[in-house]
């Protein structure tokens, strides 16, 4: 019978190796599940979260909402990551985090996770390096969004969103799930969503990808990976793509 903890396992092992004995510990973990509708906040900014959610089925992302009413989305997250894994260590929350169409999670006790952690040392520093590769993911938007055009920005998105599925074997051939909004997009490159629709216009045009509601298909992936200036060493993954 499948565990809905092999999405960890999984995800561990496109990132490092993992023992038997260290796969049986992650799928020993209790993990409760919980299916959440589109446009629901898991944690918001202020909690104190006692457990850290796995996505299952769906895509959630972490976001700030600033002063004016406004939203910077900071990341995409796909089945296998726990986006908020720092949660163990970081008590309040410093932002939220939020489905972006109904998702399946799992939500596991920090109690389980430090526990685990105390009787697997080696597997306590695999879960380090996927909060160090999240932070080289924050690393790699903050140059998206200030250094890259718009097309580019966009095509930068698409490519990792990409890598990340197919590390875990949720892509098919080159077309993968990608049901996040042309605002949501927006949010997530600081373009308005007229520009995001010219932009995404502009990668059609140009036959690297089309993109319909819920899915895309990369026609061209060195012609995409060049149009983002797209370098996947910040994913670490753990072998080649």
């Given at each position: 019978?499948?565990?809905?903890?092999?999405?960890?396992?999984?995800?561990?092992?496109?990132i490092t190796g993992?023992?038997?004995?260290?796969?049986?510990?992650?799928?020993?973990?209790?993990?409760?599940?919980?299916?959440?509708?589109?446009?629901?906040?898991?944690?918001?900014?202020?909690?104190?979260?006692?457990?850290?959610?796995?996505?299952?089925?769906?895509?959630?992302?972490?976001?700030?909402?600033?002063?004016?009413?406004?939203?910077?989305?900071?990341?995409?997250?796909?089945?296998?990551?726990?986006?908020?894994?720092?949660?163990?260590?970081?008590?309040?929350?410093?932002?939220?985090?939020?489905?972006?169409?109904?998702?399946?999670?799992?939500?596991?006790?920090?109690?389980?996770?430090?526990?685990?952690?105390?009787?697997?040392?080696?597997?306590?520093?695999?879960f380090w390096r996927?909060?160090?590769?999240?932070?080289?993911?924050?690393?790699?938007?903050?140059?998206?969004?200030?250094?890259?055009?718009?097309?580019?920005?966009?095509?930068?998105?698409?490519?990792?969103?990409?890598?990340?599925?197919?590390?875990?074997?949720?892509?098919?051939?080159?077309?993968?799930?990608?049901?996040?909004?042309?605002?949501?997009?927006?949010?997530?490159?600081?373009?308005?969503?007229?520009?995001?629709?010219?932009?995404?216009?502009?990668?059609?045009?140009?036959?690297?990808?089309?993109?319909?509601?819920?899915?895309?298909?990369?026609?061209?992936?060195?012609?995409?990976?060049?149009?983002?200036?797209?370098?996947?060493?910040?994913?670490?993954?753990?072998?080649?793509?």
């Amino acid at each position: 019978m499948t565990s809905p903890l092999d999405r960890l396992v999984r995800k561990l092992e496109s990132i490092t190796g993992l023992t038997e004995h260290e796969k049986q510990a992650v799928l020993d973990l209790p993990i409760t599940i919980k299916v959440l509708g589109a446009d629901q906040d898991v944690v918001r900014e202020g909690d104190r979260p006692s457990q850290s959610c796995l996505v299952l089925e769906g895509f959630l992302f972490l976001y700030k909402v600033v002063p004016d009413g406004g939203r910077q989305i900071m990341s995409f997250h796909v089945p296998g990551d726990i986006p908020d894994l720092q949660s163990l260590h970081l008590q309040v929350m410093d932002h939220g985090m939020a489905t972006a169409i109904q998702s399946t999670v799992g939500f596991i006790p920090h109690d389980a996770l430090r526990a685990i952690c105390h009787a697997h040392p080696a597997l306590a520093d695999k879960f380090w390096r996927d909060t160090l590769i999240d932070a080289a993911v924050f690393r790699e938007w903050i140059v998206n969004i200030g250094s890259r055009e718009a097309s580019s920005r966009i095509a930068h998105i698409l490519c990792e969103v990409f890598l990340k599925l197919q590390a875990v074997g949720l892509t098919d051939g080159s077309s993968f799930e990608f049901p996040i909004t042309q605002s949501e997009i927006g949010d997530a490159t600081g373009l308005s969503t007229v520009h995001v629709n010219r932009s995404i216009q502009k990668l059609r045009s140009e036959k690297l990808i089309t993109l319909e509601k819920g899915g895309c298909t990369i026609l061209d992936w060195d012609g995409l990976k060049r149009a983002a200036g797209f370098d996947p060493t910040y994913l670490h993954f753990a072998k080649a793509g």
